[in-house]
């Protein structure tokens, strides 16, 4: 359980660890964290990949002094990262889906789920790649399903750059501004553990409340 250990202190104390590997990496650090965005959010097999508190904690390695990294080139590195992996997972979505939902007989691979992705997306697509992105785990699922639900290209496009640079530019600055605080310096490890925390509580009321709902479906 050694791995898991050093997980979890990767996690805890991103701004020691990226800080050691700026001086290993030097402006290779920039390609390292455009490809951990950009995998983050383009490939749905890499979902656990540091987003929220990653942006964070590189923003406030760039209002350090002498810091190598810039903020506003991370900035533009990242926002396009972001921008690039829900491109290709929406494309990947819209390639794939149709393959994946061709069974008719799976409870897993059933086409309702295409037809409910279609109709969400129709109704609610841009609100929804816009605030997935606050969201672990399910930005990363939420341009895939709305390529399996063929979402209009051209909306996609707009709400995908908009949430993009919406939700780099906010932790990376909140990261930048902030990090000076004494409460910040001294806690980091509590303020990326909140990061993670406040993250996830969108996605565990959304699952609570559909599981109530299916629970009163059920009894009803």
């Known amino acids: 359980m050694e791995w898991l250990h050093t997980v979890i202190d990767i996690f805890l104390h991103l701004d020691l660890h990226i800080n050691a590997w700026a001086g290993m990496l030097g402006p290779w650090l920039y390609v390292v964290l455009f490809l951990v965005i950009f995998c983050e959010t383009g490939l749905v097999i890499t979902p656990y990949l540091p987003g929220d508190s990653l942006l964070f904690a590189v923003g406030a390695l760039a209002a350090r002094e002498g810091s190598p990294l810039q903020i506003f080139y991370v900035l533009v590195l990242l926002s396009v990262a972001a921008i690039l992996g829900d491109t290709v997972n929406y494309a990947a979505g819209r390639w794939i889906g149709p393959k994946i939902f061709s069974r008719e007989d799976s409870r897993l691979l059933d086409k309702r789920h295409l037809d409910r992705a279609r109709g969400f997306y129709e109704k609610y697509g841009g609100k929804t790649i816009v605030l997935a992105r ?35 530019s906010s932790f990376l600055l909140a990261g930048y501004y902030f990090s000076g605080l004494p409460m910040v310096k001294e806690q980091f490890h509590y303020v990326v553990l ?27």
């Open 134 to 168: 606050f969201v672990p785990i399910i930005r990363t699922f939420a341009p895939f399903v709305a390529g399996i639900g063929r979402m209009d290209y051209p909306r996609f496009v707009f709400y995908n750059v908009a949430g993009g640079i919406f939700w780099t």
């Open 194 to 220: 909140a990061i993670i925390v406040i993250s996830i509580i969108p996605a565990v009321f959304e699952y609570w409340r559909a599981t109530r709902g299916d629970s009163r479906s059920a009894k009803a």
